[in-house]
């Protein structure tokens, strides 16, 4: 099994920073700074709770797809469509749709944008959800807000939107 990481951005020198998700703290490996990670992000069975990071309850699951890399097929699909009657561009879609569905998934935290990886699949996550989304950047203003699920989103069902 893989062992569970989180990714987050370190406070000190903004890069970012990859650690063993089940340690109790992690260090900066450019500028060296520690910072704890937070305990109640993590169940006794290892799932994930909340965020490592910050504590932040809501989650959301998405797939690991480095865009980059995506863009890259399609860039290199547009450069030889004229050489193959356009077959390349339909390949590439192909070969994209093909990708996203072999991408391992990431947690990812709605505050503070803490990637997890690796950890157990309960309790599950669902996907990005717009209207947790504005309620934190927006709080109280939020059209869209809606309180927050008590546990956060550790099992919750998916979005209807
Ligand atoms: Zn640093
Ligand atoms: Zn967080």
């Known amino acids: 099994m893989r062992t569970p990481t989180v990714e987050f951005d370190c406070a000190e020198c903004g890069s970012r920073v990859s ?8 260090t900066c490996t450019r500028c060296g700074a520690s910072r704890e990670l937070t305990p109640a992000g993590l169940a006794p069975s290892g799932g ?30 547009a450069i030889l469509a004229p050489f193959t009657n356009y077959i390349s561009l339909g390949v590439a879609a192909l070969l994209d749709f093909a990708l996203y569905f072999t991408m391992p998934e990431l947690v990812a935290c709605y505050v ?12 599950r996550h669902p996907r990005f ?3 947790i989304d504005e309620r934190l950047k927006y709080g109280r203003r939020a059209v869209m807000g809606k309180p927050m699920r008590e546990g956060g989103t550790a099992g919750a069902p998916e979005p209807e939107h």
């Open 112 to 123: 503070c944008d803490a990637r997890h990886r690796g950890f157990p699949a309960e309790p």
């Open 19 to 26: 650690a063993d998700a089940s340690a109790a703290s992690a």
């Open 48 to 77: 994930l709770l909340g965020c490592r990071v910050c504590g932040h309850l809501e989650l959301y699951t998405r797939k690991d797809f480095p865009k980059p890399l995506g863009f890259a097929i399609v860039i290199v699909a």
């Open 129 to 131: 959800d717009r209207e």
